[in-house]
């Protein structure tokens, strides 16, 4: 009843584009974000931190990253790992060469130099698309790990091959390093989720992603019309390598603290935030937090359930977590190919009726 | 058809008005098929030009050439009194060229609004950091540009639909989200491909009636493919006709008529 549009009229261009235009979603998104700064930071034990909350945000940061390129911009990438690893020795390297810059600022940069790197391996997609690009970019994923297995000076010649965050502090709160707190690693995550994904939506409903958009939709008469296919393109590949670097760049320094690169960027990553997005849902913000949040959850569900409540064998539930989740992603995409996304917005479109449908 | 007759607006638009695109000499070919062979013909400012001939005739691949997606193996194309080097689409579009395909070449994932703000593009210029943090130039643009795309969709009348994803509509509306989008990009010529193709009478009333006031309240040069007669006789100042590449015709839809060679190709010619 109270889910309406009616009467709440907006007079003006710029009302009418805003994110949220009807208010009572405008009030939850409002509402949920006070709860996440305000109220989890202080009840967030390190559990729900390690298992839940910041593998989610960082997924969610990486899965709206590459849902701007394949899902707004029609660009299919498989290299999402290998440009997830770009961001972590990126901000490794920045870190240890520079140690007196704050953290966020190396972030940052991290999230530059894979764009840069997403640009150069974006070329080829001038020239290919659809699977024949899927391939150009698994290329991709397989040198960069490569490169950064190979090449000692990635890992600063570390005898064990792999990179381990030093402590840096934000306002004297660690936020990398063994010392962190669950708070604060959450709370860095959060930021990062928050305005990168208010980025992207500015992004996606400005000229720009009108520009990829078309692309993906009809790329002929997109540049019939204007568009330069290759500033699209190649713009597309940065905005998402940025994205995607960043949470390359905050899985390792935050989250796992040391990382190598072939166990922590494989292939492995690459589906898996593939999965993230056509579950949730091609070409949509929320169905990147959607898509993130069930691969996240699910297992960790699915363990609880089978481990802790009905007391099997730990090895046995972790083939059987597999099985699970294969299946529901086989449901899923008979049942629901456009993803969470669009069940979430059929059920506003039924609310919005509700209780008189017609 | 339209009742008004053809003579009324067929006033001597055509023969006074300066000359806005010239082109020489094209000759297209694909491999050894030649689509177009030595072909020359003028659009004048604020005419509408129409391209007529039967199926096969290189009418499409004219269109093409004009608006740059394909590039003529020989021939010149003059443009604003200057010669216009080989180009890309794109930038062809940054000259003031816009135009519809023949099957409809809409967004299908984005809204009818979204579609029509797309053909705005070259009009906005705002960095893609300002409209990452959208503020200041690109909020303001976004605003000024929706508004102009206001307009176009009171004027082609498509204001209930201006939310719903161009996907989910019916075929003639999709051939008017088309035009729209291409007018919003404020077109010196604006290149239509059989605008109405696979229309009923009705719609095809309504998109003539379109073509008529966008040419009269805008300006607007346009030039036509078509192949409803009528229409092309009722709505052109002048008219191009092509048989096998070549051109037979060129001139008023009157004279375009009484020429012996596009009767042949139309009708046949009788053997002895």
């Not at chain 1, 600022?105 to 999230?111: M, R, T």
């Not at chain 2, 058809?1 to 300066?18: H, Y």
């Not at chain 2, 999709?174 to 010196?188: C, I, T, Y």
């Amino acid at each position: 009843m109270i889910y309406r549009e009616a009467g709440d009229f907006k007079t003006s261009y710029r009302d009418d584009g805003q994110t949220f235009p009807i208010r009572l979603d405008r009030w939850g998104y409002y509402a949920l974000l006070g709860v996440a700064f305000l109220v989890v930071p202080f009840v967030i034990d390190s559990y729900w931190a390690n298992a839940v909350l910041v593998p989610f945000l960082i997924y969610a940061i990486a899965a709206i990253g590459l849902n701007i390129l394949t899902g707004y911009a029609g660009q299919v990438s498989l290299g999402t790992g290998g440009f997830m690893a770009v961001g972590a020795y990126s901000v490794y390297k920045l870190m240890t060469a520079f140690p007196g810059v704050p953290i966020f600022v190396h972030i940052l940069l991290a999230g530059a130099i894979t764009a840069v790197v997403g640009m150069l391996f974006g070329l080829p997609s001038l020239r290919i698309k659809g699977f024949y690009l899927a391939v150009a970019t698994l290329a991709a994923q397989f040198f960069l790990v490569w490169l950064f297995n190979k090449v000692p000076w990635f890992y600063n010649y570390s005898a064990s091959g792999q990179i381990n965050a030093p402590e840096r502090t934000v306002f004297g709160w660690a936020v990398t390093g063994p010392a962190t707190s669950a708070p604060a690693k959450y709370l860095t995550c959060l930021v990062f989720a928050v305005v990168l994904a208010w980025i992207a939506r500015n992004l996606t409903r400005g000229m720009v992603g009108r520009k990829w958009m078309a692309i993906r939709d009809m790329d002929i008469a997109a540049e019939i019309i204007g568009v330069n296919p290759l500033t699209a393109k190649l713009s597309a590949f940065a905005v998402s390598s940025f994205f995607v670097g960043i949470a390359g760049a905050l899985l390792f320094s935050v989250y796992l603290g040391a990382a190598e690169a072939s166990e922590a960027f494989g292939i492995n990553k690459s589906f898996l935030v593939l999965f993230m997005i056509i579950i949730g849902g091609l070409g949509s913000i929320f169905g990147s937090f959607a898509g993130a949040a069930f691969l996240v959850l699910l297992p960790v569900l699915l363990k609880n359930l089978l481990v802790v409540r009905l007391g099997w064998p730990t090895d046995l539930a972790a083939h059987l977590e597999l099985m699970i989740v294969g299946g529901l992603i086989i449901f899923f995409l008979i049942v629901e190919p456009h993803g969470l996304a669009r069940l979430w917005r059929l059920t506003k479109e039924k609310l919005r009726l509700w209780p008189f449908p017609h | 058809m339209i009742a008004t007759p053809a003579a009324e607006f067929s006033t001597d638009k055509g023969a006074t008005r300066p000359v806005l695109m010239d082109l020489k000499n094209i000759t297209l070919r694909f491999g050894g098929v030649v689509a177009i062979k030595d072909i020359s013909f003028d659009i004048r400012e604020g005419e509408i030009r129409a391209i007529i001939g039967p199926n096969g005739a290189g009418k499409s691949s004219m269109l093409n050439v004009i608006s740059g997606f394909y590039v003529p193996q020989q021939g010149e194309i003059w443009f604003e009194g200057q010669k216009r080097p080989p180009m890309k689409p794109y930038q062809v579009a940054r000259l003031g060229l816009a135009r519809t395909f023949q099957n409809i070449a809409l967004f299908d994932g984005m809204s009818v609004l979204d579609n029509i703000m797309t053909g705005r593009l070259n009009k906005m210029k705002s960095s893609l950091f300002s409209q990452a943090l959208w503020w200041g130039p690109a909020e303001r643009e976004e605003v000024e540009n929706r508004a102009q795309v206001e307009k176009i969709i009171d004027f082609l009348e498509i204001q209930n639909i201006r939310k719903t994803p161009v996907g989910r509509l019916p075929y003639g509306l999709k051939k008017r989200v088309e035009l729209a989008r291409a007018l919003a990009a404020e077109p010196r010529i604006l290149l239509l491909d059989e605008p109405m193709a696979g229309m009923n009478v009705e719609e095809k009333e309504d998109m003539c009636r379109f073509i008529l006031d966008v040419n009269d309240e805008f300006g607007t040069t346009i030039v036509l493919i078509e192949h409803d007669m009528g229409v092309v006789m009722d709505l052109s100042d002048r008219v191009v006709v092509m048989d096998y590449g070549r051109k037979i015709g060129d001139g008023t839809p009157d004279e375009v008529r009484a020429n012996p060679e596009v009767i042949s190709a139309y009708l046949g010619v009788a053997h002895e």
